[in-house]
């Protein structure tokens, strides 16, 4: 439930200047405005399951986006009720919507895939039919090699740039000059994973298979291990497990029972630490930047 300094469940994450949006809770939008982030920029939203905590942000944003100038079309995507959801609400609510909304329910797999980056989609347990999501960057073209490019007789100019892009070109002698031998080996991109709601099992670290960033729910303490059981819900403790086990770089905890105050996550936090010292307590507006590995 929401408290006073303690919003829902929502992540955003800002990558080449696009925004994807993972959960909508109660009090995104305010989250938003006081990041001085425009939500006419957000690309896509990505919903985990139909429980309110995790949606009822929604028509709100879509309202809240019909009052800025969008001509793009905002995708979201989640189980298929949510199309049902998003449907009854605009027509109770009578919302005027300037935009094209296009709604995709999802299935476990490939979800989006571009020429930069794959979402990805898999199953969780949970009492609800419950998704996670892992935003995974392609492979970047190697270092270009300007010596290389030189010995290879490839003046300086738009070949340069057709080459970092994988392109191969003529050089000034005629020959075919393709980038594998102007550039380096290819380096890897960024993945960030988003996990909530679900009972623990063990192939939950195999979907955040190395993840640089992995944002899972650890909703109690590990006393409390069979009403996290019994409410298919997880601790702090078994996140930091998935995480360990995944390879991942950084976990960032949410989803608290409100049992706990600011001040006893740090129970949590120890709990997790204990496991993957790597682990950070999310609060409210806070950011993370994700480096590049190389």
Same mark, same amino acid.
């Given at each position: 439930?929401?408290?006073?300094?303690?919003?829902?469940?929502?992540?955003?994450?800002?990558?080449?200047?696009?925004?994807?949006?993972?959960?909508?809770?109660?009090?995104?939008?305010?989250?938003?405005?006081?990041?001085?982030?425009?939500?006419?920029?957000?690309?896509?939203?990505?919903?985990?399951?139909?429980?309110?905590?995790?949606?009822?942000?929604?028509?709100?944003?879509?309202?809240?986006?019909?009052?800025?100038?969008?001509?793009?079309?905002?995708?979201?995507?989640?189980?298929?009720?949510?199309?049902?959801?998003?449907?009854?609400?605009?027509?109770?609510?009578?919302?005027?919507?300037?935009?094209?909304?296009?709604?995709?329910?999802?299935?476990?797999?490939?979800?989006?895939?571009?020429?930069?980056?794959?979402?990805?989609?898999?199953?969780?347990?949970?009492?609800?039919?419950?998704?996670?999501?892992?935003?995974?960057?392609?492979?970047?073209?190697?270092?270009?090699?300007?010596?290389?490019?030189?010995?290879?007789?490839?003046?300086?100019?738009? =070949?340069?740039?057709?080459?970092?892009?994988?392109?191969?070109?003529?050089?000034?002698?005629?020959?075919?000059?393709?980038?594998?031998?102007?550039?380096?080996?290819?380096?890897?991109?960024?993945?960030?994973?988003?996990?909530?709601?679900?009972?623990?099992?063990?192939?939950?670290?195999?979907?955040?298979?190395?993840?640089?960033?992995?944002?899972?729910?650890?909703?109690?303490?590990?006393?409390?291990?069979?009403?996290?059981?019994?409410?298919?819900?997880?601790?702090?403790?078994?996140?930091?497990?998935?995480?360990?086990?995944?390879?991942?770089? =950084?976990?960032?905890?949410?989803?608290?029972?409100?049992?706990?105050?600011?001040?006893?996550?740090?129970?949590?936090?120890?709990?997790?630490?204990?496991?993957?010292?790597?682990?950070?307590?999310?609060?409210?507006?806070?950011?993370?930047?994700?480096?590049?590995?190389?």
């Amino acid at each position: 439930m929401p408290l006073p300094n303690r919003f829902l469940t929502s992540v955003l994450v800002r990558r080449e200047g696009q925004l994807f949006l993972f959960d909508c809770g109660e009090g995104t939008q305010v989250s938003l405005k006081m990041l001085n982030l425009s939500w006419k920029h957000i690309h896509s939203v990505f919903i985990s399951h139909m429980h309110a905590d995790h949606v009822t942000g929604l028509p709100g944003l879509l309202m809240l986006s019909s009052q800025v100038d969008r001509s793009e079309p905002l995708y979201i995507y989640g189980p298929s009720r949510l199309g049902e959801y998003i449907e009854s609400s605009r027509r109770i609510l009578d919302m005027y919507i300037n935009y094209e909304i296009i709604f995709t329910p999802v299935e476990e797999g490939v979800l989006v895939e571009t020429d930069e980056y794959t979402v990805n989609c898999f199953m969780l347990k949970h009492t609800k039919i419950c998704y996670g999501y892992s935003l995974v960057e392609k492979q970047r073209p190697g270092e270009f090699s300007v010596e290389k490019a030189i010995l290879n007789k490839v003046e300086k100019g738009p =070949k340069w740039s057709l080459l970092q892009h994988g392109v191969a070109v003529e050089n000034s002698q005629g020959q075919i000059i393709t980038p594998d031998m102007i550039l380096g080996p290819k380096r890897s991109g960024r993945k960030f994973t988003y996990m909530t709601d679900s009972l623990y099992f063990p192939e939950m670290a195999d979907y955040a298979h190395d993840s640089d960033i992995l944002f899972c729910e650890g909703m109690f303490e590990h006393a409390l291990v069979d009403d996290a059981r019994e409410k298919k819900h997880m601790t702090a403790f078994q996140a930091a497990m998935v995480a360990r086990d995944a390879g991942a770089a =950084k976990l960032c905890l949410q989803h608290y029972s409100p049992r706990y105050s600011d001040r006893e996550l740090k129970i949590l936090l120890a709990e997790a630490r204990e496991i993957f010292p790597e682990t950070v307590l999310t609060k409210d507006r806070m950011s993370f930047t994700i480096p590049l590995k190389d």
